[in-house]
């Protein structure tokens, strides 16, 4: 079981920016291949935004590339969402969500329990 703790979530005016943060504990982190960043607007279902691996790799969707930046700081067993440029259609609950084995978006088992991003035109 790894555990996932999201925090960040807020209500901006277009244009603005925010960072999401996801922490686990020391042991669990060191058990992941693939951490990602995962969204659900209202009445849409789940779409994932990006993803970072064991060798920090990223892969960020296209809808969001060049506004939202993946990273993630080892020593704080930490995984981060910097979004910029936030739309109203950004508006969605982010979940982070972890893998122990590949990066696909199937592979993630290990869910937060998410953090609200509104954003108001």
């Known amino acids: 079981q790894v555990q996932l703790v999201e925090s960040g979530g807020d209500s901006v005016q277009a244009g603005g920016s925010l960072t999401l943060s996801c922490t686990t504990s020391?042991?669990?982190?060191?058990?992941?291949?693939?951490l990602a960043w995962f969204r659900r607007a209202p009445g849409k279902g789940r779409e994932g935004v990006a993803t970072?691996?064991?060798?920090?790799?990223?892969y960020v969707v296209d809808s969001v590339k060049g506004r939202f930046t993946i990273s993630r700081d080892v020593a704080k067993n930490a995984l981060y969402l910097q979004m910029n440029s936030l739309k109203p259609e950004d508006t969605a609950m982010y979940y982070c969500a972890a893998s122990t084995y590949y990066c696909r978006w199937g592979d993630f088992r290990y869910w937060g329990q998410g953090t609200q991003v509104t954003v108001s035109s």
């Open positions: 020391k042991y669990e982190y060191s058990r992941v291949n693939c």
């Open positions: 970072i691996d064991s060798g920090g790799s990223t």
